[in-house]
């Protein structure tokens, strides 16, 4: 038993490993791509020709939204104990903060932590939570995807494919979804469909299945869900009117359908590995989001790097409030995880 347990602790080490090692070659090699060949001079003029005003108001939508992640998060963990707004914020600020911060994204398992601790809840059946609120959003950027990518369709070279591999997907998440909210369906799937595979993978797709079941009973009551659906609305509102904000900073005349996709490709960027904050990545996707209307590298790229920073400083806030909030060190949070 010692040693199966030191051979798992081994091979997550060798994830981990491979996880910052995968990160820092993406970071290395979006920098590259994004700073390449730019002219220096004409970055720092466009930049410093951007709007405060615009730049603040952005900001603030952006925290707007985080507020209303946590009010979406207090009621979902309704049926965990009773929630105060303030442990809500203060638990997805921490992930915010260590999701930004640190290269292993312990965000979501320090979240989980928080939490727990203040509904006495298991930390699985906290994380069960979390997943679903997950899926969730992971499907309303797919949904966001698929339209900017349908606008594209006339404006640059994206084939009708990609289209219909994000429809896909989306049909899949709600219909998978839909069977398990179902007893009967997510009994024959456990037995016929999971059961079929050898133990190490059976018992991975269990776990898996019992975990979105368990998140899942967060949402059976019908008013509950239209409150998590309106929040859900109310952040990506806010994520896209402060993009809007922050396009009009720098004067990019970016229509609506441009800063569609240009969230939607800011958020499904976050999936891939690199570095803490997505140094280099979210640069490089900002230029390749905002090319089709600003052709002028320097100018996609003076947008980037001041709304990364900005984005930057937001985590770092949102980690200041959760320290002084729940009274604890960074070294005592990290260990939690």
């Known amino acids: ?13 060798v994830g981990q490993k491979v996880f910052m090692l995968v990160g820092a070659l993406v970071t290395i090699g979006c920098l590259y791509l994004a700073f390449a060949g730019i002219r220096w001079d004409l970055l720092w003029s466009e930049m410093k020709q951007a709007s405060p005003g615009y730049i603040l108001l952005g900001f603030l939508l952006q925290l707007a939204a ?50 727990a601790r203040k509904t006495n809840q298991s930390r699985i059946q906290v994380l069960s939570v979390l997943f ?17 990518l349908q606008l594209l369709l006339t404006v640059a070279a994206i084939e009708l494919s990609a289209l219909i591999l ?51 009973q967060s949402f059976q009551s019908s008013f509950r869900l239209l409150q998590i659906l309106l929040w859900t609305v109310g952040i990506w509102v806010c994520h896209m009117a402060g993009s809007y904000a922050w396009t009009t900073a720098f004067g990019l005349g970016i229509p609506p359908g441009g800063i569609v996709l240009l969230v939607s490709m800011l958020n499904l960027a976050t999936l891939l590995p690199s570095s803490p904050g997505g140094i280099g990545l979210y640069h490089q996707v900002a230029i390749w989001a905002l090319s089709p209307w600003v052709p002028l590298k320097e100018e996609a790229l003076a947008f980037g790097t001041v709304t990364h920073g900005l984005i930057a400083l937001q985590g ?9 909030s729940e009274g604890i060190s960074f070294n005592q949070l990290t260990r939690q995880a």
């Open 166 to 216: 994000v429809a896909s997907i989306l049909g899949g998440i709600f219909l998978g979804l839909f069977l398990l909210y179902r007893v009967n369906s997510r009994e024959w799937i456990r037995l016929r469909v999971i059961g079929g595979f050898p133990e190490g993978p059976r018992r991975f797709l269990e776990g898996l299945l019992d975990r979105i079941v368990k998140g899942l």
């Open 66 to 115: 985080v507020g209303c992640m946590a009010f979406r998060w207090k009621v979902e963990l309704s049926d965990e104990g009773v929630v105060s707004y303030r442990d809500a914020f203060s638990s997805v600020s921490s992930s915010i903060f260590f999701n930004n911060y640190i290269p292993l994204r312990i965000g979501d398992l320090i979240r989980s932590f928080l939490m």
């Open 316 to 324: 770092l806030m949102l980690g200041i409030f959760t320290f002084l």
């Open 132 to 148: 679903v609120e997950r899926l969730i959003d992971f499907t309303v950027v797919l949904l966001l995807a698929a339209f900017s």
């Open 1 to 13: 038993m010692i040693e199966t347990d030191s051979s798992q602790v081994r091979r997550l080490r």
